[in-house]
C-alpha cells in the first residue's frame, strides 16, 4: 500500500516569503508526526497530531511555524517570513496509534532552502 | 527531557565485516527504541526496533540489544554488503508535553560506509 507521502519534495524560497509542506500520511493513520533534519543535528521533533487536534507543539522552534490538519488526515506545516536557518528537511511521519510502542513510519520529506 | 547519544558518527568497514553502532538515553521511562536506516535522498526507513521488555532481537544479519539498568542499546549488523552503506538513527520514545502522547528522539546518526 501507499507510503506516506509529503510534497514539494523540493522547496527553494526567499527569505522573508511564507511556504507550506504538505503531508499525507498512511490511510487510517490517526497519528501523525512532523520532524525538522539539519545538518549536523539530527531529527528534531517538531508537532504531534492526535486526529485534527495538535497536543504536542512543544518542538515548534518559533511562533512563525505553525501546522494543522484537517479531516485527520492530510496535514500543512506553514513557515511565515522563512529565515535562512530554516533550510532543513522537513520530515512527516505516521503511526497507527498514539501509544509508546508504536512504529512511526516516515515520508521521504521536503527539502527546503530559504535563500 | 530526554537526550540520546549515538556513537560513532562516522564507521567505515570492509565488505564482511560486522558493524556496531552504540547508543545511550537518560529518560529511564523510555521503552521503546527503534533504529532507521536512511539512504541519500530519502526518508529514515525502520529496520529494526526493540521493546523494553526483551533484552535483544535479531532480524537476520541484524540485532539490536538492550540494557536498560546501564540505559544503552546496540545495533549490530553482521556480514555487511555495499548497500548497508546508509546512515543509521537510533531513537527513544519519551512521553511527550501533551502528557498522553509519545515521540521519538533521536540520536544524531552514524554514517556506515561499506567498502568493497
Known amino acids: 500500500g501507499a507510503g506516506v507521502s509529503q510534497s514539494p519534495s523540493n522547496k527553494v524560497t526567499e527569505k522573508g516569503k511564507d511556504v507550506e509542506l504538505r503531508c499525507d500520511p498512511i490511510?487510517?493513520?490517526?497519528?501523525l508526526y512532523w520532524y525538522r533534519q539539519s545538518l549536523g543535528q539530527g531529527l528534531e521533533f517538531l508537532i504531534y497530531?492526535?486526529?485534527?487536534?495538535?497536543?504536542?507543539k512543544s518542538g515548534l522552534p518559533s511562533d512563525r511555524f505553525s501546522a494543522e490538519r484537517t479531516g485527520g488526515s492530510v496535514s500543512t506545516l506553514t513557515i511565515q517570513r522563512t529565515q535562512q536557518e530554516d533550510s532543513a528537511v522537513y520530515l512527516c511521519?505516521?503511526?497507527?496509534?498514539?501509544?509508546?510502542?508504536?512504529?512511526?513510519?516516515f515520508g521521504p520529506g521536503t527539502r527546503l532552502l530559504v535563500l | 527531557g530526554e537526550n540520546v547519544e549515538q556513537h560513532p558518527s562516522t564507521l567505515s568497514v570492509q565488505e564482511g565485516d560486522s558493524a556496531v553502532i552504540k547508543c545511550t538515553y537518560s529518560?529511564?521511562?523510555?521503552?521503546?527504541f527503534p533504529w532507521y536506516k536512511q539512504e541519500l535522498g530519502k526518508g529514515p526507513q525502520l529496520i529494526i526496533d526493540?521493546?523494553?521488555?526483551?533484552g535483544e532481537k535479531k532480524d537476520q544479519r541484524i540485532a539490536v540489544t538492550l540494557n536498560k539498568t546501564a540505559k544503552h542499546f546496540s545495533l549490530h549488523i553482521t556480514e555487511t554488503q555495499p548497500e548497508d552503506s546508509a546512515v543509521y538513527f537510533c531513537?527513544?520514545?519519551?512521553?511527550?508535553?501533551?502528557?498522553?502522547?509519545?515521540?521519538?528522539?533521536f540520536g544524531k546518526g552514524t554514517l556506515l560506509t561499506v567498502n568493497p
Open positions: 511521519a505516521s503511526s497507527s496509534g498514539w501509544g509508546p510502542k508504536e512504529t512511526q513510519y
Open positions: 490511510s487510517g493513520h490517526t497519528a
Open positions: 497530531f492526535q486526529g485534527n487536534s495538535a497536543p504536542d
Open positions: 529518560d529511564s521511562a523510555s521503552n521503546y
Open positions: 526493540i521493546r523494553s521488555n526483551v
Open positions: 531513537a527513544a520514545s519519551t512521553i511527550g508535553s501533551g502528557g498522553s502522547n509519545y515521540k521519538l528522539t
